[in-house]
């Protein structure tokens, strides 16, 4: 909990000096928009995480969110009258099905992570291209419903924050409180000790490529509904933001480590990062090298931490350790 | 009756046809054959001599930096900030051209910087011991970042007309051979003799295989890595110089996506992701494969995010079709 911890202090601390330099920063308002702003990176950074625990990668993340939430604004047009509920549903299952390819190049046939996600992210960035056919789609395409739904509030909270909210609350779930989601840890700690205790990893991915594409594909119909516009590049190269707030919270990129908690704190960290440059000045250009010089940072640390803590397996070692220093 | 030693090592089996014919490079032959014959078809101004050497200038510069890669990738490094580290190479020339500075002193900036990167990413990778895969992701956007923050949304277009030769013109008139490609096919030659005829290209096999049995027999496994991401980053910035000549321009967004190009490329090759094989030739037949094929569905308008669809489909093809016949196969006898 140490690490979370101190990323905590961090983040806390930014905020404070961003409000000394820019009160306007820390009113209620500003903070309440950071979230929802942040909502997106949230969800997606968690099913990027628990793709990384079992030592995959997913590029293709951004994609499958284009490609899905292109469908929902595409299906909103030709069928003004489809319930919220129907898109959102239709939005998640097309991701499903995208990140369920993924999974089943993967697990199925045993291609690398990174070759496949990298190929389909090719793919479905160009299969948005083919159903819109190359058109964009505007707020004007859209029926006020369908734009409604993610500015809508519920006990003041947008429903956008409301399904980040139960997104976390599943995927903690998953993690903390069930079989599978040690399984996760263990195929990613020790794929060869897994499988001697019946813990196999092909299932494990294609069950977490599933989950990540069903993510992306909710996160799409938000995204085009929250933006009001759908067209081919919409979100390209988040894959590499979600993957750096993955860094950032202390994922380790060789799986089997990583946190719910230190995920999110990652993601608020890029989130608060981003919204703040406009803030106190500082031009949007620079936020592409502060990502950068941050991500170098937290792996820095990480790659640390984790040596530190590989080093005492017992804590009564910890005095022979010291003495032979 | 002579008694087996206990080292005793079979000599290998005798290469047979059917050996030659599964290779890797014998299938690349194969599907360069089929993009030619098919682009052919499909157009009359395929098989035409200037065309093709026009073609060369849309894929040598990756071509390059492929060679590289697939030396990184055999070791088991990857280096995702290729076109960042030529867009901050292509920056510091545009500054220096700003300057009025020469021909020479453009490329040796271009060249200079695209080394100091790659040292930047080979020290934090081999010397300090980071997933390189993270430390590129990381410098890619740093890298590019920089390069934004110095030219916001403006563009450097101000190069002198000899360094723009560099990227325009041709070595040879006849048959038109452009300085690009010529240097392409000049590095893929020395590259091909370091990895298959010396010790030194037998010691990244032996790294790619087992960096830690490698280590064991005196390689030094973090020496070459950090000077392999040296060399990744310096033929980066030869792409920078050749890419800013043939452009005669500098603007952030320069050269971007080239990463997943390349790595497609050095994949579709047959160097593995997991390191330890592939060769040189595979990798310059993959270059070819997917140069003429994107030059070939150009000609006939196929808009360039359908082709790299079927570029992203090839990718995936190329390596899932191998393993699906060989299980096949695998079932036949039993």
């Keep these: ?325 | 009756m002579k008694q087996p030693a206990r080292y005793d090592v079979a000599d290998r089996a005798p290469r047979t046809l059917s050996d030659f014919l599964l290779r890797w490079e014998t299938i690349l032959v194969a599907m360069l054959v089929l993009v030619v014959i098919g682009n052919t078809a499909i157009s009359p101004y395929f098989l035409d001599i200037y065309n093709l050497s026009d073609a060369t200038f849309n894929f040598s510069e990756k071509a390059i930096i492929a060679l590289g890669m697939a030396l990184l990738i055999l070791v088991r490094d990857i280096d995702l900030s290729v076109a960042a580290i030529i867009a901050l190479a292509s920056l510091a020339m545009g500054l220096a051209a700003d300057a009025g500075a020469g021909t020479p002193l453009l490329i040796l900036i271009g060249l200079s910087v695209g080394a100091v990167c790659g040292a930047f990413n080979g020290f934090l990778v081999a010397r300090i011991g980071l997933p390189s895969i993270v430390v590129t992701i990381g410098t890619m956007s740093l890298f590019r970042g920089i390069a934004q923050v110095v030219l916001g949304d403006q563009a450097i277009t101000k190069y002198p007309a000899a360094f723009q030769t560099l990227g325009q013109g041709y070595l040879v008139r006849w048959p038109p051979i452009p300085y690009s490609f010529a240097l392409f096919l000049l590095l893929a030659v020395i590259f091909a003799f370091v990895l298959h005829r010396t010790t030194l290209g037998r010691k990244f096999y032996a790294m790619g295989n087992n960096p830690v049995a490698a280590q064991f027999s005196g390689i030094q496994v973090d020496k070459i890595r950090f000077w392999l991401f040296v060399l990744t980053g310096t033929l980066a910035g030869v792409a920078a110089v050749l890419l800013t000549a043939r452009i005669g321009s500098t603007r952030p967004n320069i050269a971007l996506g080239w990463e997943l190009e390349v790595i497609t490329a050095v994949i579709l090759g047959g160097v593995s992701i997991a390191g330890g094989s592939g060769t040189i030739p595979g990798v310059v037949l993959a270059v070819f494969i997917l140069g003429l094929a994107t030059f070939g569905l150009s000609l006939i308008n196929v808009p360039g995010i359908v082709i790299s669809v079927l570029l992203g489909l090839l990718l995936i093809a190329s390596i899932a079709v191998p393993i699906v016949v060989r299980r096949l196969m695998k079932k036949k006898p039993a």
Excluded at chain 1, 8 to 33: D, E
Excluded at chain 1, 56 to 83: K, Q
Excluded at chain 1, 188 to 201: E, F, H, K, Q, T
Excluded at chain 1, 316 to 323: I, K, N, P, S, V
């Design chain 1, 1 to 325: 909990m140490r690490r979370e911890f101190i990323l905590a202090l961090i983040i806390v601390g930014l905020v404070v000096v961003i409000g000394v330099r820019a009160p306007v920063f820390v009113t209620p308002a500003s903070l309440v928009n950071i979230i929802t702003d942040t909502s997106f990176l949230f969800m997606l950074a968690l099913a990027q995480m628990i793709v990384i625990l079992t030592r995959g990668i997913d590029l293709s993340v951004a994609a499958n969110l284009a490609m899905a939430g292109m469908l929902t604004a595409l299906a909103s047009r030709a069928m003004p009258e489809l319930p919220v509920v129907a898109i959102i549903l239709l939005s998640t299952f097309c991701g499903l099905a995208l990140g369920f390819v993924n999974g089943a190049l993967i697990a199925g046939l045993g291609i690398p992570p990174i070759v496949v996600t990298l190929g389909t992210l090719a793919v479905y960035r160009g299969l948005i291209f083919v159903v819109a056919g190359g058109q964009w789609l505007t707020s004007d395409d859209m029926t006020p419903q369908f734009l409604a739904f993610p500015k809508s509030t519920l006990l003041g909270i947008s429903s956008l924050v409301w399904i980040a909210a139960i997104v976390i609350a599943a995927f903690w779930y998953l993690l903390s409180q069930t079989r599978t989601g040690r399984g996760l840890y263990a195929v990613g700690g020790n794929p060869v000790a897994a499988r001697y205790c019946g813990i196999d990893l092909a299932p494990q991915q294609l069950l977490v490529y599933s989950i990540a594409g069903a993510v992306s594909g909710l996160c799409g119909y938000l995204w085009v509904s929250r933006y009001g516009i759908a067209y081919v590049d919409i979100a390209q190269g988040y894959e590499l933001t979600i993957i750096a707030a993955c860094v950032i919270g202390g994922v380790s990129i060789a799986g089997g480590v990583g946190t719910v908690s230190g995920t999110l704190l990652g993601a608020l960290f890029l989130g608060i990062v981003v919204n703040a440059l406009p803030v106190i000045n500082v031009s949007p250009f620079w936020q592409m090298a502060i990502s950068g010089a941050v991500i170098l940072a937290a792996v820095i640390v990480n790659a640390r931490a984790e040596r530190r803590a590989g080093k005492l397996i017992l804590p009564e070692a910890r005095q022979f350790a010291g003495a032979s220093k």
